[in-house]
């Protein structure tokens, strides 16, 4: 643990000076500590790298901004872009004889990566920013919803025992939903107590402690919907945001304890289990190469509908190559890929190198591609 957690400490200190991500490094820090020096993994370790990712699903489902979405004006562009990558990447896979999930796992969308990226050159609030997180965030939640269907697939197929438990998790949304409302309402009566918990300095982390039993909750609803529990999670998450506008410092606390202390063991985790065999094998390395260059196929959609979402074309490109950097959902779609079958180790740490590669490569073409585009806010 005191190696580990010193990883930790000093890992976002190294990012920082190279400017990759410490996600990436992590991985990195992983992959020497376990397999180059053959540090033998405790046991609590494998119960930490779950809990990590199940945390990091939840923060990833609370990033979503879903009434920023609806009420935007083009809608029908934030849909049809990811719908495309979704739908075309997995067929042009099949057609090349490939494994359909593997065109799936390069083809999900995440903001884990474009934020940060983002935040350091000051375009967030940029007409390409705000395209970038519209366009990732949606593209997110439909991975999510493509993840979820084909994990019930995979347990029971085509068959009415899917249905049932397709319908059981929609039930289960809506009633996390309505409680979750009615807490709201409570909360609304109560403002005293919730700006205790919301926003002033709480001594016990009330508000921390319910938030933290909700993730787990959504991934255990989950777990007896016979659901992987990563994506309850994810849905805890989303159905968070969603009913709570305004979180006040307690999303800095929940990003905080994330980004601190579980999701770093999820990342070592995932550096721990990659096949070092991969660098041996000269098909393998350029099954990845190739994986991380079908990232950013899969995205030139925004490039192309640059016109129709109010972007000149240097811009659509822009917001094509920064959201080409799926880095956290792209580990996760793996790592789900590998648990239920769909492919086996090795793809998916020819995954995880291509996740690595493309984590690093387009965050550093936007940042040169970025000066020569003149953006301005809406």
């Known amino acids: 643990m005191f190696v580990i957690m010193g990883g930790v400490a000093m890992l976002p200190l190294i990012a920082r000076k190279f400017r990759v991500p410490t996600a990436a490094l992590e991985i990195l820090f992983g992959i020497v500590l376990f397999s180059v020096l053959g540090v033998d993994r405790p046991d609590w370790f494998s119960l930490l790298k779950e809990l990590g990712l199940i945390y990091l699903m939840f923060i990833a489902g609370m990033e979503l901004d879903l009434r920023d979405i609806l009420k935007g004006k083009r809608l029908f562009f934030y849909l049809l872009i990811p719908s495309l990558t979704l739908l075309s990447m997995p067929l042009l896979f099949a057609v090349l004889g490939l494994n359909f999930y593997l065109g799936i796992s390069v083809s999900v969308f995440s903001v884990g990566i474009a934020i940060p990226v983002m935040k350091e050159f000051s375009t967030m609030s940029t007409r390409v920013g705000k395209e970038v997180l519209r366009i990732a965030i949606t593209g997110e939640l439909l991975s999510i919803i493509l993840l979820t269907v084909l994990d019930i697939y995979k347990s029971h197929g085509l068959t009415l025992v899917a249905l049932v438990y397709g319908l059981k998790l929609v039930s289960l949304v809506a009633l996390s939903v309505v409680a979750l409302k009615i807490l709201y309402v409570i909360a609304w009566w109560n403002p005293e107590r919730v700006e205790k918990v919301m926003e002033s300095e709480d001594p016990v982390e009330e508000g921390m402690r319910a938030v933290i039993f909700l993730a787990f909750a959504g991934a255990v609803i989950a777990y007896m919907s016979d659901i992987e529990p990563i994506l309850g999670s994810f849905m805890a998450g989303t159905i968070f945001s969603l009913v709570f506008k305004s979180k006040g410092v307690l999303e800095d606390k929940i990003n905080a304890i994330g980004f601190g202390f579980f999701t770093p063991f999820f ?22 190469l190739s994986l991380a260059l079908a990232v950013f ?15 000149t074309f240097r811009e659509g490109m822009s917001v094509s190559i920064l959201i080409s950097s799926p880095f956290s959902l792209m580990i996760i779609a793996g790592t789900l890929g590998q648990k239920t079958g769909f492919i086996n180790s090795r793809a998916n740490s020819s995954l995880i190198l291509a996740a690595l590669i493309s984590s690093i490569l387009y965050p550093t073409i936007y940042r040169v591609f970025i000066k020569s585009v003149r953006v301005s806010g809406e």
Not at 267 to 288: C, H, K, R, T, W
Not at 303 to 310: L, T
């Open 267 to 288: 990342f070592i985790g995932v550096g721990a289990d990659f096949n070092l065999q991969l660098f041996a094998s000269v098909e393998n390395m350029y099954l990845a």
């Open 297 to 311: 196929v899969g995205r030139l959609y925004p490039m192309a509908m640059s016109p129709f979402i109010g972007l």
